[in-house]
Nanobody, 124 residues
Framework: QVQLVESGGGLVQAGGSLRLSCAASGRTFSSSAMGWFRQAPGKEREFVAAITWSGSNTYYLDSVKGRFTISRDNAKNTVYMQMNSLKPEDTAVYYC?????????????????WGQGTQVTVSS
C-alpha cells in the first residue's frame, strides 16, 4: 500500500508563490514517475506537471511553463512543486500522484496512487 500526503497549499494573492510537497510512504519505486494534477470546481482534473524518477525529464501544462517547477528528492520519497507568479485561474485542489507500471505521463489514468489533495486559492 502507498500513501501520498500533500502539503503546502493555502491562500495567496495574485503574483505570489507557494511550494507544494508530496511525501510518499509505504513503498518505494525504483522507476516511477510522479506528477501533480489539479481540479477546479466544476472542471475535470487536469495534468499540471510530472517528473521522471531520475529527475532528468520534466513535463508541464503549457499555461504553467515558466512559472511552476517540479522537483524530487528520492532519498526522502518526496516531490515538490514550486509555484510562482500565481494567477486566480490557478485556484484548484492540487493532487499528487505516482505511476507504478508507467504510461502516458500526462494522462491521469496512467497513475496508480493519489494523495488526498491540497487546496490552493489565489485571490485577485
Amino acid at each position: 500500500q502507498v500513501q501520498l500526503v500533500e502539503s503546502g497549499g493555502g491562500l495567496v494573492q495574485a503574483g505570489g508563490s507557494l511550494r507544494l510537497s508530496c511525501a510518499a510512504s509505504g513503498r518505494t519505486f525504483s522507476s516511477s514517475a510522479m506528477g501533480w494534477f489539479r481540479q477546479a470546481p466544476g472542471k475535470e482534473r487536469e495534468f499540471v506537471a510530472a517528473i521522471t524518477w531520475s529527475g532528468s525529464n520534466t513535463y508541464y501544462l503549457d499555461s504553467v511553463k515558466g512559472r511552476f517547477t517540479i522537483s524530487r528528492d528520492n532519498a526522502k520519497n518526496t516531490v515538490y512543486m514550486q509555484m510562482n507568479s500565481l494567477k486566480p485561474e490557478d485556484t484548484a485542489v492540487y493532487y499528487c500522484a505516482v505511476q507504478v507500471v508507467g504510461g502516458p505521463i500526462r494522462v491521469k489514468s496512467a497513475y496508480d496512487y493519489w494523495g488526498q489533495g491540497t487546496q490552493v486559492t489565489v485571490s485577485s
